[in-house]
């Protein structure tokens, strides 16, 4: 069961040295993604390959960046928030490197899958909470907090079900894919001790909520499976 939670079954890239082969599927990526964030994340996760790098140190690293940037719009210096906008755009590349480093190396995990989205959700909170505070100091009043709140929760909710729709996609559509569902994680929670197996425990309660909710959002995709 250990395995389960370490490695995801997939099949290894087609060419580990083509940068087409660190895409979950074309046809899923944007044209800045295609054009920009997906060449520059290949040359980096080339680079964290050689480096012996894991996907999961490139997301953390991306994370200081993004925190990093969410601190520095809290200033009313162009300079310093220019250097923030900076910061976010290096966050993203490293939020596209991590995922390419894993299937360049066919390192994908599923702890790496849990900890990606926390990482982004863990910037977005210090992007929001740092706004808050420069509006709140500059003069608005407390409410900003609920205006603050609910653009995280729909972030959130959103980010959520495009994801949950991507793994539909890739699941029924290229069959390449592994597609939870919150009985098979249940069970599997279930069958780890908080005394022998606390870290994967918790991972796979993060990732048991986020399913949860993603089932919640878009019950017609779960009645597909």
Request: glycine share 10%; with cysteine.
């Amino acid at each position: 069961m250990g395995s389960d939670l370490s490695i995801i079954s997939q099949s290894p890239s087609k060419s580990s040295g083509a940068i087409d082969g660190t895409y979950k599927s074309r046809e899923l990526e944007g044209v800045v993604d295609l054009f920009f964030y997906r060449r520059v994340g290949f040359r980096l996760a080339q680079f964290f390959a050689r480096l012996n790098f894991t996907p999961t140190a490139v997301s953390l690293i991306g994370g200081v960046f993004g925190i990093v940037a969410g601190h520095l719009y809290f200033y009313r210096a162009l300079v310093v928030n220019l250097i923030g906008m900076l910061f976010h755009v290096v966050a993203n590349i490293f939020d596209n490197a991590d995922g390419q480093l894993a299937r360049l190396t066919n390192q994908q995990s599923r702890t790496g899958r849990i900890l990606d989205p926390v990482v982004d959700h863990v910037i977005w909170l210090s992007i929001y909470v740092h706004l808050a505070l420069r509006l709140q100091i500059g003069g608005f009043s407390g409410a900003i907090w609920i205006l603050a709140l609910a653009a995280g929760l729909s972030h959130g909710l959103q980010a959520g079900a495009a994801d949950y729709c991507r793994s539909a996609y890739l699941y029924f559509g290229k069959s390449g894919s592994e597609f939870d569902s919150t009985p098979k994680l249940k069970r599997e929670y279930d069958g780890y001790t908080w005394r022998t197996a606390a870290w994967p425990k918790f991972l796979l309660r993060l990732y048991l909520n986020a399913m949860h909710e993603q089932e919640l959002l878009l019950p017609g995709v779960r009645r597909l499976r």
